[in-house]
């Protein structure tokens, strides 16, 4: 069964702050996927990195995968409130099919 | 262009009915994925449909059953509810079955009660 975990669970923390969430397995990942989700929608996707190592930035967001392609991060420099929710990694293994993290939790306090 | 577009939005449902969920992917896609994501949970796989056939299956009862049909959109039917089945029922569809890009509407609220 392949598992990810995601920490930590929840997040608050003040406007300014920079912040690292980490999406782990003991199973290696053919890509994996982070998405940010708000209440009463769906998950929306951010990026997805394939490649072991590689590095992706999106304005204040900067992703990582591992060189082993079993883990990832996700760092926000400077949180702003718009910020705020629900982020999900998700890996795809050669059986073509989704499994995510139980999702890190965002709150950033103006 | 439209989206993943899925209806209803929110469904009641009594213990023991029968639901069908709807789901019209995005324009271009061919692949549609169904999760469950129970609340304060990540999304759970439920199934995949691709060229009308289930080609792969999560850890759900037979109880859960789907369909694709040709224009690629899709159903969720969900037969004999339990109270455990309330939770947000999330359709992704992908432009291939690598599921490389994932584009999810924005869920069917069920409740049962």
């Known amino acids: 069964t392949q598992l990810l975990e995601q920490s930590p669970q929840f997040l608050s923390i003040q406007e300014g702050e920079n912040l690292t969430v980490y999406c782990n397995s003991s199973?290696?990942?053919?890509?994996l996927q982070w998405y940010r989700q708000e209440p009463g929608e769906g998950p929306v996707l951010l990026v997805t990195v394939v490649t072991g190592g590689e590095v992706k930035k999106l304005k204040r967001l900067t992703f990582q995968f591992g060189d082993a392609r079993k883990d990832s991060s996700l760092h926000i420099t400077a949180a702003q409130p718009g910020d705020t929710g629900l982020y999900l990694c998700a890996g795809v293994w050669s059986s073509y099919k989704l499994i995510f993290g139980s999702g890190t939790r965002l709150l950033v306090r103006p | 262009d439209a989206g993943v577009t899925q209806s209803p939005t929110h469904l009641i449902k009594t213990r023991g009915q029968q639901v069908t969920l709807r789901c019209s992917p995005k324009s271009g896609h061919d692949t549609v994925s169904w999760y469950q994501q129970a609340l304060g949970q990540g999304p759970q796989f439920i199934f995949q449909y691709y060229e009308e056939e289930e080609r792969q299956r999560g850890n759900f009862p037979d109880r859960f059953s789907g369909h694709q049909f040709p224009n690629y959109s899709s159903e969720l039917n969900v037969n004999a509810l339990l109270l455990g089945d309330s939770a947000l029922y999330l359709c992704a569809s992908s432009p291939d079955k690598l599921n490389t890009e994932a584009f999810f509407g924005q869920g069917t609220r069920l409740t049962v009660v």
């Open positions: 199973s290696v990942f053919s890509s």
